[in-house]
């Protein structure tokens, strides 16, 4: 018999995850939130600035992060460390499955979120954490007044880019485009770095050095050719893909792997909902996680009540 019972099991612990609890909690549910990692906050933890969030313009991921994890631990919510590997069905419950522990429950919602794209380039495995990195924030330091390459042409990219040109002698922005995605308020700021140099319409085709990243192959999307670039880090900011692996086979997914629900956050199996960059939308931001969250929570009562 599972000891850990709970009415509202929510998977992960970024703004999606933690703003499901805050409501949760507020509405009396027994609530628990499972991550896998050792600090709550998702993705937005590796944000060197959010200033989009209304109310706090130029506020840091870490610190939007440690500020909704205080407001959920404030609240007295359980959150538990553990990697979900599944989830089965038995009857109305919902039996959640970590390594050390199940969950039960009458409600899940899945807000696991998104890792980061890879390039799936030669030499990109071998050299992870050699100079091949996927967070600027978390790794720029490493390479103060060294060479750098940032691979994309989103917002991530541009803001990987800005926060390593503080610090590093060269920033190459590698895009295999001829213009950028990025907002235009980003793309406005490239322009006070001069160590920034934008590479168009080009594809990092290998990441080569020993023991450490030393150089990167290019080619020239237009014309084919290729040639060699000394780097002494890649930044990969390619995107990311929704982390719904462990749920593949109960709910359903789009071609792209996101969990498709509406609004309302609930998907094809009752008591099971979806929130954040985890499900089909067309916004995938702080603030838009943040009201899924508190969506699904609405939704999960009028289900659990309803009758």
């Avoid at 909690?25 to 709550?40: D, H, N, P, T």
């Avoid at 109310?55 to 460390?81: D, Q, Y």
């Avoid at 979120?113 to 790794?139: F, I, N, Q």
């Avoid at 390593?164 to 990025?182: E, N, P, T």
Wanted: glycine share 12%; proline share 2%.
């Amino acid at each position: 018999m599972c000891e850990n019972v709970y009415d509202m099991i929510i998977v992960g612990s970024g703004p999606a995850g933690l703003t499901a609890g805050i409501y949760g909690k507020r509405a009396g549910l027994k609530v628990v939130i499972l991550e896998s990692g050792f600090i709550q906050g998702g993705q937005i933890v590796n944000t060197y600035e959010v200033d989009n969030y209304p109310g706090m313009p130029g506020i840091s991921g870490l610190e939007l992060a440690e500020k909704l994890k205080e407001h959920v631990t404030g609240l007295g919510v359980e959150i538990a460390r553990g990697k979900v590997k599944g989830i089965s069905l038995d009857g109305e419950w919902k039996i959640v499955h970590t390594k050390k522990a199940d969950y039960r429950g009458k409600a899940v919602i899945l807000a696991a979120g998104a890792v980061h794209r890879k390039l799936e380039v030669p030499g990109e495995e071998e050299l992870a954490g050699m100079g091949v990195s996927y967070c600027a924030t978390c790794d720029g330091a490493f390479f103060k007044d060294k060479t750098v390459a940032v691979v994309g042409g989103g917002d991530a990219a541009v803001e990987d880019a800005i926060f390593l040109a503080r610090g590093c002698k060269q920033v190459y922005l590698i895009h295999r485009r001829d213009q950028l995605r990025a907002a235009q308020v980003l793309q406005d700021a490239l322009k006070d770095f001069h160590n920034i140099t934008c590479i168009w319409d080009t594809t990092v085709e290998k990441i080569g050095g020993e023991q450490q990243v030393q150089w990167i192959t290019l080619k020239q999307t237009k014309t084919a050719e290729e040639y060699q670039l000394d780097v002494d880090g890649v930044f990969i900011a390619v995107g990311t893909v929704p982390d719904t692996g462990f749920v593949k086979e109960l709910v359903d997914l789009d071609e792209h792997g996101y969990i498709k629900a509406g609004e309302d956050g609930r998907t094809d199996v009752s008591g099971i909902y979806a929130a954040g960059d985890i499900r089909t939308k067309e916004l995938r931001q702080i603030i838009t996680a943040a009201a899924d969250g508190a969506n699904c929570v609405n939704s999960a009562q009028q289900d659990l009540y309803k009758g």
